[in-house]
Structure formats: C-alpha cells, structure tokens
C-alpha cells in the first residue's frame, strides 16, 4: 500500500492507494509527518494541497472505489455537486431515483472512503444545518468556508 500524508487545517489528510490508483483519503486529527508517496497516490496528495491552499476546485487522479453499487451510484451522484454548493440528503436521494432514501443516503456518506474528493461535506440537512461528518462538524464547516 502506497501512503502519502500533508497538514490539512489542524490535522492531516491521508491518502492511500496503488501506483495506479487512490483507494482512500482520510483525515486525522493528528499532525502527522508529510511524505508525498508515488504515483497517483503522489498526484493526489499535491491535488489535495492545492486544495486546502484554494489553488484546486476539482481533482483527477485516478479513484478506485471498492464500495457497493448503490454507494458508487451515490457517491458519482455527489461527484457532480460542485465546488461551493450543497445539496440536502433528501434532494440527493431524489437525484438518484430513491425519494425515501435520505437515511440509506446518509448511511453511505458514513462510509465514504475517500472524504473530500468524494465531497459529503457538502451534503448538509433539509433545513440548511450541518449534520453529520467523519471528520466532525468544525472541519466540515472549515471545508464549506473554503470553499466560500
């Protein structure tokens, strides 16, 4: 397994993956040290400094998502949420052909393996509030302002 690590806000961001291709983008609340790793795994990692510096909206490194098929139906879904917007749980469930769905929704979003890339930061509750967030509501709230 191919690592890279950088700062990212108080912590550090964490990519793991393949020569070939980015497995994973976690963050720790720890300040780890940096190293760049290789291959896509080292593209993603600049991607994701130029991110957190305001240099990059998008990224396109290649991503290898081992998740079920309705997760990968949900995440591409949410791929397409640009830089700067969100969406509400309920308007993605609709966007995927499953009104009801708002809970399965978040249930993915719990287990998004790649944070950020795929963006659930930006999925935010019906009523506008931050709700819900691997890395917790302060840094979801910095990625918002970030991206601001």
Known sequence: MNKAV????????IVEGREDAVEKVDYSFKRLEENLGSGEVNKAILQ?????DGKRRTFDFVLDLKVTDFRKQVFVELMKVEFGHT???????R?????????AIGNAMNNNPCMIVVP?????????SLVGFAGGLELKQQLLDLER
């Open 48 to 52: 994701m400094m130029e991110y957190r």
């Open 95 to 103: 966007r995927i052909g499953n009104p009801k769905g708002a809970r």
């Open 6 to 13: 950088c700062s990212f806000f108080d912590g550090s961001l």
């Open 87 to 93: 969406v509400s749980y309920g308007e993605l469930s």
């Open 120 to 128: 659930c930061h930006r999925v935010i509750g019906t009523n506008g």
